[in-house]
Nanobody
Framework: QVQLVESGGGLVQPGGSLRLSCAAS????????MAWYRRGPDKEREWVAT???????YYESSVRGRFAISRDNAKNTVYLQMNSLKPEDTAVYYC?????WGQGTQVIVSS
């Protein structure tokens, strides 16, 4: 059974940083293109960033320059480094690949 397990969320002040992790496991799972999504309070889920198997990255415009997605293929883990966080970044962040979703990790940006 494939599992995507996120971690690293929490409460941070505006301007602060957090690093999210997503560990993938399970038979039959190919650690290919990985993505992060988020769902803010009273908002639809939205795409945040994607990293292809070869390392090419893509970002939603509001996070470009502040967030960085990376991967460690040896550990089947993808990361999201979030810097210069803003209150509007408050959301549950989800890891996604193929048809699989993680359970989400909560990020709250507040003073």
């Amino acid at each position: 059974q494939v599992q995507l397990v996120e971690s690293g969320g929490g409460l941070v002040q505006p301007g602060g940083s957090l690093r999210l992790s997503c560990a993938a496991s399970g038979s039959g799972f190919s650690f290919n293109t990985m993505a992060w999504y988020r769902r803010g309070p009273d908002k639809e889920r939205e795409w945040v960033a994607t990293i292809a198997s070869a390392g090419t990255t893509y970002y939603e415009s509001s996070v470009r320059g502040r967030f960085a997605i990376s991967r460690d293929n040896a550990k089947n883990t993808v990361y999201l480094q979030m810097n210069s966080l803003k209150p509007e970044d408050t959301a549950v962040y989800y890891c996604h690949s193929d048809k699989y979703w993680g359970q989400g990790t909560q990020v709250i940006v507040s003073s």
